[in-house]
């Protein structure tokens, strides 16, 4: 192979050598590997699972599924692959996700450049050889000169920390592990543990099927209407034909998604429009009630308040039971502010006689028995225990590996006191390290912000490649710029005043109970636009020989 960033590996002799190295077979690893593939590079992706599709192949658990439109949420790179692949809903259930992934990856014969079953448990670069040398659980090492972390920031699951989860004799799952084969509800009596928007999918499911379904709840969630439906072919053919146009929409709106927040404040107008407006949000498909609604609700407190009391009141009118519905509103955030779960008939769950709601602040967890959970107050036995406790999100799947840079020193350090990257892609001692979807990277709809982020790293591979360059590391005061602007567009943001995932808060995960500015909170046009800028200046935030 002819190319620039060619080297010879100057480690143990059976180490694997490669041009670049990625780590996940997620939608940004496939993708990056076909653009590094186009390059010329030998690129190699390396996957703890037995397939491709990241999130989509772990997440197996009931009810999961796209609260993103299908169509704005895959690849838009191939037109051939837009008008070959018809989604069957509004909403993709995960299923059909990880077809669609695997059909992309085996359009591009992609899976021929990835090793599976391997999962990374460190990679250290050596300043002398100018290499990444990586190992995994099991197989020789890898070095490569350039190394791609493909983690996705949701895909670190965290376990509770309560006593005796390893003495439960019945069938224990957390969802982001869920089995390859059906799991039978019928006849079971089944405990979910939490009612994040994973939990909330499962409730969803498990309640239709299950003898009895206890959830246990430590803070709920403000969830709004999915509004999911089948793709008919008159629509199925209108979207086909709109691709374009829908593509550029989520180009210009604030996260990608097909909804962008209304210019009009909340107090623009009369107590009449606003609830008129809010009822038609309500009633619409997807994330405009969130994303789609008054420019203020998530940065005014009198703003956000409205739409709060909005919510409950259809919470109150969903559940029958007003004792139930009221540890269903949440008390402590306002709508919004946390990321919000949508949902199909999940309040409706709470009026069967099958389920139970059980609020652990009032009666908390103290202990996982033989036979199921003891609280403060009873003992209940369950044939299933599912786990939806979610994720160290962002920097989780990071702290997981042991990352070592220039000086020895490991990015968990490093990260100590919370990221500090430059646009989210790089972080200072760690040469040719860039990460998609990293911390401080716009999220939003996330393959939008992926192939961004895919497309800016190929290009600052392809200027290497140009300029007979084959070191890259972002200067420490590009570093303290980029982490101060982030701080500065995520300052006036409620959502930053509240722990959650959002925030890098964990209450599982060890030292993970402060609050930290651990993404972008400003608009997607806003972060192209300054590493755009970087790319038109020749990279001169970035050490490049």
């Known amino acids: ?46 996957e703890a699972g037995s397939g491709v599709g990241g999130t989509w192949y772990w997440n197996r658990y009931p009810g999961a599924r796209f609260d993103s439109e299908s169509y704005s949420y895959g690849y838009s790179f191939s037109d051939e692959i837009l008008q070959e692949w018809a989604w069957s809903e509004h909403f993709a259930p995960q299923p059909e996700t990880l077809r669609y992934i695997n059909f992309v990856a085996d359009k591009f014969d992609l899976k021929r450049d990835i090793t599976f079953h391997t999962r990374v448990k460190s990679a250290h670069y050596d300043a002398a050889a100018n290499l990444w040398t990586l190992t995994a659980d099991n197989g020789p090492p890898h070095t490569a000169r350039i190394l791609i972390t493909a983690l996705g920031p949701l895909s670190a699951p965290t376990m509770p920390r309560i006593p005796g989860v390893e003495t439960f004799k019945g069938t224990a799952y957390h969802t982001a592990n869920w089995p390859h084969h059906p799991v039978d509800f019928t006849g079971k009596r089944v405990a979910v543990i939490g009612t994040g928007s994973t939990g909330v999918q499962t409730i969803q499911e498990v309640s239709k099927t299950a003898l009895h379904l206890t959830v246990f709840q430590r803070t709920p969630n403000w969830c709004a209407p999915l509004h999911n439906g089948k793709i008919d072919d008159e629509t199925q053919a209108q979207i086909k034909a709109n691709y374009p146009a829908m593509f550029a929409r989520c180009q210009e709106t604030f996260a990608c998604f097909l909804h962008t927040p209304d210019p009009r404040s909340t107090f623009d107008v009369t107590p009449e429009m606003r609830e008129a407006f809010f009822e038609k949000l309500y009633a619409e498909r997807g994330f405009g009630i969130w994303q789609g609604n008054f420019r203020d609700i998530l940065t005014d407190r009198a703003a956000n308040a409205e739409i709060t009391q909005f919510v409950a009141r259809k919470i109150r009118e969903r559940v029958i039971d007003q004792t139930v519905a009221e540890k269903l509103i949440p008390k402590n955030h306002g709508f919004g502010t946390r990321r919000v779960p949508l949902e199909t008939k999940y309040y409706e769950v709470y009026n069967q006689p099958n389920v139970s709601l059980v609020d652990i602040n009032d009666t908390p967890i103290e202990r996982i028995t033989e036979t199921g959970i003891k609280t403060s107050d009873a003992d209940h036995d369950f044939d299933i225990i599912i786990y939806a406790t979610g994720f160290d999100a962002i920097t989780g799947s990071f702290d997981r590996i042991d990352i070592r840079g220039v000086r020895g020193q490991s990015l968990r350090d490093t990260w100590s006191n919370g990221p500090q990257t430059f646009i989210g892609v790089m972080v200072e001692g760690f040469p040719n390290m860039f990460m998609l979807m990293g911390p401080h990277t716009a999220l939003g709809n996330i393959p939008r912000s992926i192939e961004y982020n895919v497309d800016w790293v190929t290009g600052l591979v392809a200027h290497m490649q140009a300029h007979t360059l084959t070191y890259a ?48 909170s400003g608009s997607a046009p806003a972060y ?10 020749g990279y001169q935030e ?4």
């Open 1 to 46: 192979m002819n190319t620039t960033l060619e080297s010879r590996p100057t480690t143990a002799p059976s180490a694997t050598h490669h041009d670049a190295l990625i780590i996940g077979a997620g939608m940004s690893g496939l993708y990056q590997l076909l653009r590094l593939r186009r390059l010329g590079l030998n690129a190699h992706i390396l």
């Open 473 to 520: 590391d972002a200067t420490p005061d590009a570093v303290a710029s980029w982490t101060r602007h982030v701080i500065t567009v995520g300052t006036g943001l409620l959502s930053n005043e509240i722990s959650s995932w959002f925030t890098g808060v964990n209450s599982n995960v060890e030292g993970k109970q402060t609050r930290i500015i651990a993404r972008y």
């Open 542 to 545: 970035i050490v490049l020989r």
């Open 528 to 537: 192209r636009a300054w590493c755009d800028t970087v790319a038109a200046g």
